[in-house]
């Protein structure tokens, strides 16, 4: 997708400029891999690449099941430092060039699929692999934020699990914990775990109104404690949901080629009605490795929804107001 020529903008005015940020507020480590990449290695391994990712590569939308198939394959490339370096180099590459402005990517990365379930690397080799690709990405100004993201439908006994394997080592760019997957393990049942978390001084977000009910989106703020919603689609409808999310300030990151890819019923994308409710709406690209894009492309789309002049830069605004990359609050946890 084209990149559009970096212009100047200012984060208080909420009508002007035509500007993109260069901030992804919304992207997995895992699959943010270069697609050339990943076929080189899958050739060199001489694994065949699922119909599934391939589809998605073109631009086919695929059953949640399939994106899984495809999901996995690609991220099980991330087998040493160096991949995951590559990984993190793929997700900056696509942020589009800024010479003015603020620009940061708040990377979801998920240890214990990577360590524990796949057994592709040590959590060593994860860390200072996160480590050069963030040195990578500071000499271009990139700031980046880590978020743990452990898997729903596991339940909190896996979210413990996560934790125990990070607790005596959290890097001080680990900023928050979160959850994805399906969402199948009520969030008040997962108020411990995030409760654990904050103890650790990490920041709380979850995938909520996604492949679930708009209903999750409710219960994983007034039960489980979560600061910042993932997608969040499944609101619409909702009005007390989109009240909630606008009174309570909270930030939500919709990503609209992995929406408009994965949430079967989406219909119109949700994000015009959620921005004149007045929710914290931020764009990312959550997996553009698999489901290719850009945030360039991201705002294309976002623009060809009718936003107009003040909710293009309402859009702006809240994506570099609430980037827990940009953020000047210090971590609880050491380095």
């Known amino acids: 997708m084209r990149n559009d020529p970096p212009v100047a903008y200012n984060l208080k005015d909420e009508a002007i400029s035509t500007g993109i940020p260069g901030i992804d507020r919304h992207v997995h480590l895992e699959g943010g891999l270069d697609?050339?990449?990943?076929?080189?290695?899958?050739?060199?391994?001489?694994?065949?690449?699922?119909?599934?990712?391939?589809?998605?590569?073109?631009?086919?939308?695929?059953?949640?099941?399939?994106?899984?198939e495809a999901f996995l394959f690609s991220s099980g490339f991330l087998r040493n430092r160096e991949a995951v370096r590559l990984a993190l180099s793929a997700i900056v590459g696509r942020l589009p060039?800024?010479?003015?402005?603020?620009?940061?990517?708040?990377?979801?990365?998920?240890?214990?699929?990577?360590?524990c379930h796949q057994q592709l690397l040590s959590l060593e080799e994860l860390w200072r692999?996160?480590?050069?690709?963030?040195?990578?990405?500071?000499?271009s100004n990139v700031s980046v934020a880590v978020v743990l993201d452990a898997v729903n439908h596991l339940g909190p006994r896996h979210g413990h699990e996560v934790l125990n394997l990070v607790e005596n080592s959290l890097p001080k760019f680990v900023l928050g914990f979160s959850t994805g997957g399906i969402e199948g393990v009520p969030f008040r049942d997962w108020?411990?775990?995030?409760?654990?978390?904050?103890?650790?001084?990490?920041?709380?977000?979850?995938?909520?109104?996604?492949?679930?009910?708009?209903?999750?989106?409710?219960?994983?703020i007034l039960d489980g404690g979560v600061e910042r919603i993932v997608h969040?689609?499944?609101?619409?409808?909702?009005?007390?949901?989109?009240?909630?999310?606008?009174?309570?300030?909270?930030?939500?990151?919709?990503?609209p080629s992995s929406n408009q890819a994965l949430v079967s019923d989406l219909g119109a994308h949700p994000l015009p009605v959620m921005l004149r409710a007045g929710v914290r709406c931020a764009l990312g690209t959550d997996d553009p490795g698999v489901i290719p894009c850009d945030l360039a492309g991201?705002?294309?789309?976002?623009?060809?929804?009718?936003?107009?002049?003040?909710?293009?830069?309402?859009?702006?605004?809240?994506?570099?107001?609430?980037?827990?990359?940009?953020?000047?609050?210090?971590?609880?946890?050491?380095?």
């Open 35 to 68: 697609p050339a990449w990943v076929l080189k290695q899958a050739g060199a391994a001489g694994e065949h690449v699922p119909d599934s990712l391939e589809a998605l590569w073109r631009g086919e939308a695929q059953p949640f099941t399939g994106f899984i």
């Open 298 to 335: 991201e705002w294309a789309k976002a623009k060809a929804m009718g936003l107009d002049d003040r909710e293009l830069g309402l859009l702006r605004r809240f994506t570099a107001e609430d980037a827990w990359a940009l953020s000047n609050e210090p971590s609880a946890h050491g380095c």
């Open 129 to 139: 692999g996160l480590e050069d690709g963030i040195s990578d990405a500071g000499r």
């Open 232 to 255: 969040a689609v499944k609101a619409v409808g909702h009005p007390e949901i989109l009240e909630l999310l606008a009174e309570r300030r909270i930030p939500v990151d919709v990503c």
């Open 97 to 115: 060039p800024q010479t003015v402005g603020p620009r940061g990517v708040d990377l979801w990365v998920s240890p214990h699929f990577l360590v």
């Open 191 to 220: 108020a411990p775990v995030f409760a654990r978390a904050k103890s650790m001084g990490l920041r709380i977000a979850a995938h909520a109104g996604e492949n679930g009910p708009g209903e999750n989106i409710r219960e994983a």
